[in-house]
C-alpha cells in the first residue's frame, strides 16, 4: 500500500465519497466524516487534488504548481515508489517511514540518521539494522532518502516491506514466469528473522525458506522468484466442521525456539491439550511440555528448524486425514522392514509394477493422467453425468478408489503447453465451496479434466425436478452463503482474480452433505484465446447474463455478481428465472415485491410456507442491490457475503430503471436478444 489514511475501515463503497474542500481532502461515509488530510487553507488559495504520473496524490494551489498542501507520497504504508520518500523532512518535521501491521505482529522500517545509507527493520520490538546498496536511493536536503527510478524507464518497480523482510521489486512477465522479482533484500537469510517465510513454512539451517511437511507453497512462482510472502497452505484440506474434526497430529520434533504468538491454555495433560487444539477448527498446531499447553491459531511464524539437536522443541502439527495415513504405512513399514526383507523387496517390486502400469505421474500438484487410464477409469466413457458446452462429464474411478467427475472438452485450438499453463494455475485454487480439480489429459487434440465427484449432482436437479425431496429453507441459506463465499473467493482471494462468467443453477453442485461447490471455474479464462467458442457456448444461458454482456460493454466481476443473484431468486423460488410460464422479469418482479414488503409470496410453493421472511426479505433486497443497472452500484461477492449472513444491514435499493423499461417493452422474454 502506498499511502494509508487512518486504518478507520470503509463498509459501503456504495455510500462513500472523496471530496476536496478549502484545500482538504474528506472521505465521507454516509454523512460522517471517516479521513481528511488536514491541509486546509482557509481559502487563501485556489487548490486541485491530482494524481500525478509518479503515482502521487497532491492537493497543490492551482495556479502556483510548487505550493504543495498535501501530498500520498508524505504518508506512506508499507510500500515506496520510485521517486517517493523516507526520513525527516526538515520543512514539516513529519519523519516519514514504512509500517506494516498485521495483529498482532508489527513491522517498521525508519531511516537510521546515525549511518550512511542506514536503515533500522523492527519485527516486533526487534530491531535489525540494515543499509540500502548503492544506486538504490539518493540523499536529499535534510535527511529525506528518495527511492531511485530504475534505469531502464520502461521497468516497473517498488520498494515493499513485509513481515520481516523489505525488498525491492520488479515485474517480470515473460513466457515462463509472472509475478515480482526481488533486486535486493533485506535481510537475506531467514536466520536474522524467519518470519518472512510466511505462514507453515520454516528457516532452514540453509537460512532459505521451506515448506513444512504436509504443506506446499501458496504461490510457486513466487517461491521460483525468490519470495515467500505469501507461505504454505495444506495439501490435504484440514477436515473440521463445528469442532468435529478428523485431523490427526504429526510432531515436528526438530524446531529451535517456538514459532510466533503462541495462546497459553490451562489444560494439564498432553491429550487435554491435543483435544483442546483438534475441537476447535482455527487451532494449527499444540505443544506440550514443562510449562503447560501452548496453542496456535490460524498460522505459524517465525518457524526455525535445527540441526543440532539440543534446545529443541516439540510441537504437535494438525494434519488431515490422508497424510496420517500415509505416515502410518511408512511407520509401519519401517517396523516390519528388517525382519522380513524379503517380504519387503516382494511389495516394492509390486508397487513399481503398479506405479508402471499406471504411469501416472504428478505434474507439480496436478496428476497427470494418460487417455488409456482415463478411458478404463470411466469403462470407455460409459457413464455419463451430464453434458455442458464445454463438453460431456462421465463418472469414473481412479487409484484409491477415488470416485471422479471426468469432463471431456470439446476440442478447442489450444496448445499442448498452453493448456498445462493454465490448467496447473486452476488447480491451485482450492477453497470448500469450488470443485477441486484432480488433474487433466493432454494428449494429441485430447484435452480431459478430472474433478472430484459430487454425490448429489446440481443444483438445478433439486431444484425445478419434480420427484426429488424438497430442500428446507435453511439448507437453501447455507448452499446460498456457500456459492457467495466461492465465488468470493476467486473475485478477491485467489492471486489472478478469476470472473467465472458463466454462474447457473447447473454449475452449482451438492456434495454428500449438500455443501454447494462451483464448478466450471476458470473455463472462461481456459477459453480465452478463442472468444468466439465462449461466447457460442454461453449463449445458452444469456438468462443470467448482466445487461453488460448483452449490451456488448467490458466484462467485470459484476457480472458474475448479477448472475449470482438469478441462481439466488431461483434458490428461493424454486422456479426458473427466466422462461416458460414468467410473464414478467423475474428480478424485477422481486425487486417490486421488496418493495411493496411482500417477500412470502416469492417463497417456494413446496416449502409450504415454512421459511424465515425476516432472511427472505435480506436475501430480496441484496438480489436488489446486485441486479443495479450500473456495475458500480452492485455490491462485491464478499459484501454479499456479509449481507447475506446479517454482519451488516441492508438498506431498500432503488429499483433499476432499465429493467423498467425492459417491463414497459412489454414481454421479458424479449430479454434474451441477440450477444
Ligand atoms: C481559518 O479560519 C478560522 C476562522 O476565520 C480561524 O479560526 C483559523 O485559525 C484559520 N486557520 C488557519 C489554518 O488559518
Ligand atoms: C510558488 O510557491 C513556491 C512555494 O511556496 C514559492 O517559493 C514561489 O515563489 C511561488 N511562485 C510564485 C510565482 O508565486
Ligand atoms: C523470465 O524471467 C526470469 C526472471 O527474470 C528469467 O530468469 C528467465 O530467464 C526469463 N525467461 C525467459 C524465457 O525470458
Ligand atoms: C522469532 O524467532 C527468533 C528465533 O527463534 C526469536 O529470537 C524471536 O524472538 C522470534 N520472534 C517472535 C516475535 O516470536
Not at 495462546?263 to 491439550?273: A, G, L, Y
Not at 494449527?284 to 539440543?310: E, M, P, R
Not at 462485491?636 to 449481507?643: H, L, T
Amino acid at each position: 500500500m502506498f499511502w494509508l489514511g487512518n486504518r478507520i475501515p470503509i463498509t459501503s463503497f456504495l455510500s462513500t465519497t472523496l471530496y476536496l474542500a478549502a484545500g482538504e481532502l474528506y472521505i465521507e461515509e454516509l454523512g460522517s466524516v471517516l479521513w481528511t488530510s488536514g491541509s486546509a487553507t482557509n481559502g487563501s488559495t485556489r487548490s486541485v487534488a491530482v494524481l500525478l504520473n509518479t503515482g502521487n496524490f497532491v492537493v497543490r494551489d492551482q495556479i502556483n504548481h510548487s505550493k504543495v498542501v498535501w501530498q500520498s507520497f508524505d504518508h506512506p504504508a508499507d510500500a515506496l515508489l520510485p521517486g517517493a520518500w523516507l526520513g525527516l523532512d526538515v520543512a514539516t518535521g513529519a519523519h516519514i517511514s514504512l509500517t506494516l501491521s498485521k495483529p498482532p505482529y508489527h513491522c517498521t522500517l525508519v531511516i537510521d540518521q546515525s549511518r550512511k545509507m542506514g536503515f533500522v527493520m523492527s519485527i516486533d520490538g526487534h530491531d535489525h539494522l540494515g543499509t540500502f546498496p548503492d544506486g538504490m536511493v539518493t540523499y536529499e536536503e535534510g535527511s529525506l532518502v528518495r527511492l531511485n527510478y530504475p534505469e531502464n524507464p520502461n521497468d516497473i518497480q517498488f520498494m515493499r516491506l513485509h513481515m520481516g523482510q523489505v525488498s525491492l521489486l520488479r515485474w517480470v512477465n515473460n513466457a515462463t514466469i509472472t509475478g515480482w522479482q526481488p533486486l535486493w533484500s533485506y535481510p537475506s537469510s531467514c536466520k536474522i528473522s524467519a518470519f518472512y517465510c510466511g505462514a507453515f513454512s520454516a528457516c532452514t539451517s540453509a537460512g532459505t525458506c521451506a515448506c513444512i511437511d504436509g504443506f506446499r507453497p501458496s504461490d510457486p512462482d513466487e517461491w521460483r522468484l525468490g519470495q515467500f510472502v505469501s507461505g504454505c497452505s495444506r495439501i490435504i484440506p484440514s477436515d473440521c466442521e463445528d469442532g468435529i474434526s478428523t485431523d490427526s497430529f504429526v510432531l515436528l520434533d526438530n524446531v529451535q525456539g517456538l514459532p510466533a504468538n503462541p495462546q497459553d491454555t490451562r489444560e494439564e495433560t498432553s491429550e487435554d491439550c491435543q483435544v483442546a487444539c483438534l475441537n476447535q477448527c482455527y487451532c494449527v498446531a499444540y505443544s506440550y511440555d514443562l510449562s503447560g499447553c501452548k496453542i496456535w491459531y490460524d498460522v505459524l511464524l517465525n518457524l526455525t528448524f535445527g540441526n543440532s539437536a539440543i534446545h529443541h522443541a516439540k510441537i504437535s502439527m494438525r494434519i488431515a486425514h490422508g497424510k496420517r495415513q500415509q505416515g502410518r504405512i511408512q511407520h509401519v513399514m519401517l517396523v516390519i522392514g528388517p525382519i522380513v526383507v524379503g517380504l519387503l523387496i516382494m511389495l516394492v517390486i509390486f508397487w513399481v509394477y503398479k506405479i508402471s502400469s499406471r504411469q501416472t505421474k504428478v505434474d507439480d500438484f496436478l496428476a497427470v493422467y494418460t487417455y488409456t487410464q482415463l478411458k478404463r477409469a470411466t469403462r470407455n466413457f460409459s457413464d455419463k453425468l451430464g453434458e455442458g458446452g464445454f463438453g460431456s462429464v462421465f463418472k469414473g474411478t481412479v487409484a484409491g478408489p477415488t470416485a471422479v467427475a471426468v469432463k471431456k472438452l470439446k476440442s478447442f485450438g489450444h496448445r499442448d503447453k498452453q493448456f498445462r499453463a493454465e490448467v496447473q494455475t486452476l488447480g491451485l485454487i482450492q477453497h470448500t465451496n469450488l470443485v477441486r480439480l484432480f488433474g487433466f489429459c493432454s494428449e494429441g487434440a485430447r484435452r480431459l479434466l478430472v474433478y472430484e465427484y459430487m454425490p448429489n449432482g446440481s443444483l438445478d436437479s433439486h431444484l425445478f425436478s419434480s420427484g426429488t425431496s424438497v430442500l428446507s429453507w435453511s439448507l437453501r441459506r447455507r448452499i446460498a452463503i456457500g456459492i457467495a463465499k466461492g465465488l468470493s473467493y476467486l473475485h478477491e482471494e485467489c492471486r489472478d482474480c478469476i470472473i467465472h462468467c458463466d454462474i447457473k443453477p447447473e454449475n452449482i453442485l451438492l456434495d454428500a452433505e449438500f455443501c454447494p461447490k462451483i464448478a466450471d471455474f476458470g473455463m472462461a479464462k481456459l477459453l480465452r484465446r478463442d472468444m468466439s467458442t465462449a461466447l457460442t457456448t454461453l449463449r445458452g444461458t444469456i438468462g443470467y447474463l448482466a445487461p453488460e454482456w448483452v449490451y456488448g460493454q467490458p466484462i467485470t466481476h459484476k457480472a458474475d455478481v448479477y448472475s449470482f443473484v438469478v441462481v439466488l431468486l431461483e434458490l428461493f423460488s424454486g422456479r426458473r428465472a427466466t422462461g416458460n410460464g414468467n410473464h414478467q422479469y423475474f428480478p424485477l418482479y422481486a425487486a417490486a415485491k421488496v418493495n411493496e414488503g411482500d417477500v412470502l409470496c416469492l417463497l417456494d410453493g413446496r416449502l409450504r410456507g415454512e421459511g424465515n421472511a425476516k432472511e427472505l426479505d435480506v436475501a430480496c433486497r441484496v438480489a436488489c442491490w446486485c441486479i443495479q443497472d450500473d456495475e458500480i452500484h452492485r455490491p462485491s461477492m464478499g459484501q454479499v457475503v456479509r449481507m447475506l449472513e446479517g454482519a451488516v444491514d441492508v438498506e431498500l435499493p432503488p429499483i433499476p430503471t432499465s429493467f423498467q423499461n425492459i417491463m414497459d417493452e412489454g414481454d421479458s422474454g424479449t430479454y434474451s436478444a441477440e450477444v
